[in-house]
């Protein structure tokens, strides 16, 4: 089935029959809604790479650039974009950077490449000069050109709009409650420092822990995954010296595999040490104990990063940012330290 086919079933000109399948406004509504009933009516599919062609505004094409599908923060979030998108008949494209800068850069090259309506960008920023002017020399011109961009969690230095989660906020809420608990001696396992990820959340519990008096105590890095988690919590117990009553994990993923630490070295969480994380996923529900931690709004932050890189905006407005406070979820992960501890 041909497009010069709907259109003379329809009684239009081929031209007038592809503005009418490719989006664009200049068509009449009765012309519009002739043509697609007939496309409909003849199982006419439109040619996804000449819609793409006719221009960006017409492109239902978006693309989701994460630092890794595979883990559970960034398959929660990019569920939250994909439900959205089809609710706009929109098709996502997912990539994975696996936590290479310059690789994301390539996709975001490729994505204007291809003349995606959206970019979004989800996962922590880099704390790098050199990437931030190679991201922004690639954003800029897409942008110029009618693309939109939108992030989640993102380097500040990006000129775009932002779903930012209050993770320095989070991470203090979570140190004044554990300290609460009794707890005075503490533990963390990060990621790599120069993500700002890392170093909002570290800032913010070492803050929190202050307020009590207390100091942050050993900060072990690790991978920003589960076996990061697992080898960074080996290396605390490794170290001389007391061991501390409580381990905060900078995101759940880590928090899981220090879990598995913990319990091989014939530890008890959390009657001999307490654990806690941040992001809730869901799989720390189910975890045995389940897992204390500061809990966002996971889907929510991907259905509102969609909506923000599709919305209108004027002439000269700043970018906007949409903040994403966490809750505190304490579970049977963490409890009162043991008397005389």
Request: charged share 20%.
């Amino acid at each position: 089935m041909t497009l010069d086919a709907v259109a003379r079933e329809a009684g239009v000109s081929p031209a007038t029959a592809s503005r009418a399948l490719n989006g664009t406004t200049r068509v009449r509504e009765d012309l519009r809604e002739r043509v697609h009933v007939t496309a409909g009516r003849l199982g006419y599919i439109p040619n996804a790479h000449a819609q793409a062609l006719a221009g960006s505004t017409t492109n239902r094409t978006v693309g989701v650039i994460c630092h890794d599908v595979s883990d559970p923060y960034f398959a929660a979030v990019s569920s939250g974009v994909m439900r959205a998108a089809a609710e706009r008949d929109l098709l996502v494209m997912l990539a994975s950077t696996f936590r290479e800068p310059a690789r994301e850069i390539a996709y975001v090259s490729m994505l204007r490449a291809q003349r995606a309506r959206a970019i979004l960008l989800i996962g922590s920023g880099i704390q790098d000069r050199a990437w931030e002017r190679a991201m922004d020399a690639e954003l800029a011109p897409y942008v110029r050109l009618g693309g939109r961009v939108a992030v989640v969690s993102r380097h500040r230095s990006l000129r775009v709009d932002t779903v930012r989660p209050e993770n320095r906020a989070g991470a203090a809420t979570l140190a004044r409650t554990l300290t609460g608990l009794g707890h005075r001696s503490f533990a963390v396992l990060t990621g790599p420092p120069a993500l700002t990820t890392v170093s909002d959340r570290l800032a913010g519990f070492r803050e929190g822990l202050a307020e009590a008096g207390i100091g942050i105590g050993r900060v072990v890095e690790g991978a920003f995954t589960r076996d990061g988690g697992y080898a960074a919590a080996r290396r605390l117990l490794a170290c001389d010296g007391p061991r501390p009553t409580c381990v905060f994990a900078v995101t759940d993923v880590m928090a899981v595999g220090a879990l598995a630490a913990l319990k091989e070295a014939g530890l008890r969480v959390p009657q001999d040490v307490s654990l806690a994380g941040f992001d809730d996923i869901p799989l720390v529900r189910e975890l045995s104990p389940a897992l204390t931690t500061v809990a966002l709004p996971l889907t929510t932050m991907g259905e509102d990063v969609i909506a923000l890189a599709l919305r209108e905006r004027t002439a000269g407005q700043r970018s906007r940012v949409v903040r994403v406070t966490g809750e505190v979820v304490v579970r049977a992960s963490t409890a009162t330290p043991p008397v005389g501890v």
